[in-house]
């Protein structure tokens, strides 16, 4: 194991030159996801039109598990699996955009992953659309090596074509899903239907080609649709489908509230996280009652929530009335474009503080990685880029908190500095620029952010490693820079031992 970012700049793979291997794992023509590209923009159109004319997941969602039920698919959707009571699984999010970030990750993942028993995949399988054509180049190649089998739950990118691709890949439902009924013309469901984005014709057609890259028996796995429980062990992981605009429909909440009650501890694997830069999302249930109700129920015996869609890594420890305390973790850094962190604000939510409150990358790291980016974009370098020490201590001043990694020589913050900080959305105190903050957050998050797709080192991306024992789980979370020292020994970034008793 290496040092981490935590430790010094050199662990976060800064200041070194040496390429790691995974650069003969990338395809030739690897597809280089650009969400500045109007292209991509309009193929991924049906966020926009579900929130504007109405979302029709559910009912899509429900004539899939319809269909998996007569196929003989378990009406409780759980996954009985044999695994002993000491075993340990892996959590990758946000994966599929196919390009060096997402192949990046893959050997630090086969490393720590080469005695697991399976692994997850938390939300976005396949970038832009979840096109069955994608699946080549954006699951079965990248994890052709891992000896194990892999469940997943879709995110939103997956439902971008009515989850098809999903549905053939992980639930082995190869034909396509009937129609529903016709809208009445004039409706608001009429007008979406018109420029809904649908599976091309002939898409996934060398899907079974592809297949064989992951076709050894110690691979194999089905599950009963896009969501399900998992039984390993001592505890039971319950993975739900959030679809386009982040909430579950009624039917999928009252199976969730079902499988929650059974005794053993519970893990949730969700494609939208419960606790995200710095707030508090629920998830709403369709008919009443959150998703973080569900989980908050001491009979039910959650320990911990992790999420997907946000492509970074966080943790709130949320400690609870009742005394017990809840790891709700943010997932998504398995080969996406990096959200930034350096935007989220000084944390105070629901009890936990800076004290408490993990990330990576580094907030610091997150805005030396910005501000070189746009430099490099702007042609404005000598004004935009900071190096990671300046960026660490303008962050220090702006949220009043002290340097996450041992300092050396610390830096003047000057005007320069702040403006830089605040032209690309630095966070601030609780106290400080409420009139401002928000908007200037959520604006990086759905512009700058996707804009930040780079293919030059380090790629701040990350993946969970989560060791079970019938007392207590060890959730470690790897940090894959694309650097070779921290291939060759991926350093841990954030480590919590989280009791079963």
């Given at each position: ?5 935590r430790?010094t700049?050199e ?9 790691g291997?995974?650069?003969?794992l990338?395809p030739r023509?690897?597809?280089?996801i ?6 991509h ?7 926009v ?5 109405g979302?029709?997941t559910?009912?899509?969602r429900?004539?899939w598990?319809?269909?998996r039920s007569a196929?003989?698919a ?7 699996r ?5 075993f340990?699984?892996?959590v990758?999010?946000?994966?599929g ?5 997402q192949y990046a ?5 086969l ?5 697991t028993?399976f692994?997850?995949?938390a939300s976005?399988?396949v970038y ?6 994608d ?6 190649r990248?994890?052709?090596d ?7 739950i879709p ?6 074509e009515?989850l ?5 890949v992980?639930?082995d439902?190869?034909?396509?899903l009937?129609?529903?009924p016709?809208?009445?013309p004039l409706?608001?469901a009429?007008?979406?239907s018109?420029?809904?984005?649908r599976p091309r014709p ?5 899907l079974d080609?592809a ?5 050894s ?11 399900w429980?998992?039984?390993a062990?001592?505890?039971r992981?319950v993975g739900?489908d ?7 429909d009624?039917?999928?909440g009252?199976?969730?509230r ?13 494609g939208?996280?419960?606790y995200v830069?710095g707030?508090?999302?629920p ?6 009652g ?13 320990v911990?929530?992790i ?6 890594y966080?943790?709130y ?5 009742d005394?017990r ?5 943010v ?11 350096h935007?989220i604000p000084?944390?105070d939510?629901?009890?936990v503080?800076e ?5 990576y990358p ?5 805005l030396?990685f910005?501000?070189?980016l746009?430099g490099?974009?702007t042609?404005l370098?000598?004004?935009f880029?900071?190096?990671?020490a ?8 702006r949220?009043?908190i ?11 913050v ?6 830089v900080?605040g032209?690309?959305g630095?966070?601030r105190?609780?106290?400080?620029g ?12 759905s512009?700058?952010?996707p804009g ?5 080192p ?5 993946f969970l490693?989560v ?7 060890r ?16 350093p ?9 008793t």
């Amino acid at each position: 194991m290496s040092e981490s970012s935590r430790d010094t700049a050199e662990g976060a793979g800064w200041g070194v030159s040496e390429r790691g291997e995974y650069l003969r794992l990338v395809p030739r023509q690897a597809e280089k996801i650009s969400w500045l590209n109007p292209r991509h923009l309009w193929a991924a159109r049906n966020g926009v039109l579900a929130s504007w004319f109405g979302d029709p997941t559910g009912e899509v969602r429900a004539r899939w598990a319809a269909r998996r039920s007569a196929a003989g698919a378990p009406a409780d959707r759980v996954i009985r699996r044999d695994d002993p009571d000491r075993f340990s699984f892996l959590v990758v999010g946000d994966t599929g955009e196919g390009g060096e970030p997402q192949y990046a990750v893959v050997p630090g993942l086969l490393k720590e992953g080469l005695d697991t028993a399976f692994a997850v995949l938390a939300s976005d399988v396949v970038y832009p659309v979840g096109a069955a054509g994608d699946y080549g180049p954006k699951f079965f190649r990248p994890y052709q090596d891992y000896q194990a089998p892999v469940y997943a739950i879709p995110g939103n990118h997956d439902w971008y074509e009515d989850l098809a691709g999903f549905m053939r890949v992980f639930c082995d439902d190869t034909g396509p899903l009937p129609a529903g009924p016709k809208p009445r013309p004039l409706t608001r469901a009429w007008l979406r239907s018109l420029v809904w984005h649908r599976p091309r014709p002939g898409d996934g057609e060398h899907l079974d080609e592809a297949r064989k890259l992951r076709s050894s028996p110690a691979q194999q796995a089905v599950q009963p649709g896009p969501y399900w429980a998992i039984d390993a062990g001592p505890v039971r992981i319950v993975g739900i489908d959030t679809g386009l605009l982040g909430t579950i429909d009624a039917e999928q909440g009252a199976w969730l509230r079902e499988v929650s009650r059974d005794p053993r501890p519970k893990i949730l694997v969700t494609g939208s996280p419960l606790y995200v830069d710095g707030e508090h999302h629920p998830c709403p249930i369709e008919g009443g009652g959150t998703v973080d109700d569900v989980v908050r129920d001491p009979a039910h015996r959650y320990v911990a929530a992790i999420g997907g869609d946000i492509h970074n890594y966080q943790r709130y420890p949320v400690r609870l009335d009742d005394g017990r305390t809840l790891q709700y973790v943010v997932a998504g850094g398995g080969g996406a474009f990096t959200h930034a962190t350096h935007t989220i604000p000084r944390v105070d939510v629901a009890g936990v503080t800076e004290a408490d409150f993990r990330c990576y990358p580094l907030r610091g790291d997150s805005l030396a990685f910005y501000s070189a980016l746009y430099g490099r974009r702007t042609r404005l370098r000598r004004f935009f880029s900071l190096t990671e020490a300046e960026a660490a201590a303008v962050i220090a001043e702006r949220l009043g908190i002290g340097p996450t990694r041992a300092p050396g020589a610390p830096a003047r913050v000057t005007r320069r500095m702040r403006l830089v900080a605040g032209l690309l959305g630095t966070g601030r105190r609780p106290d400080r620029g409420k009139r401002f903050r928000l908007p200037v957050r959520k604006a990086y998050q759905s512009l700058f952010s996707p804009g930040s797709a780079t293919y030059s080192p380090p790629f701040f991306k990350s993946f969970l490693r989560v060791d079970v024992t019938p007392e207590a789980l060890r959730l470690r979370c790897f940090a894959a820079t694309g650097q070779r020292a921290q291939e060759v020994a991926p350093p841990v970034e954030d480590e919590v031992t989280v009791p079963l008793t």
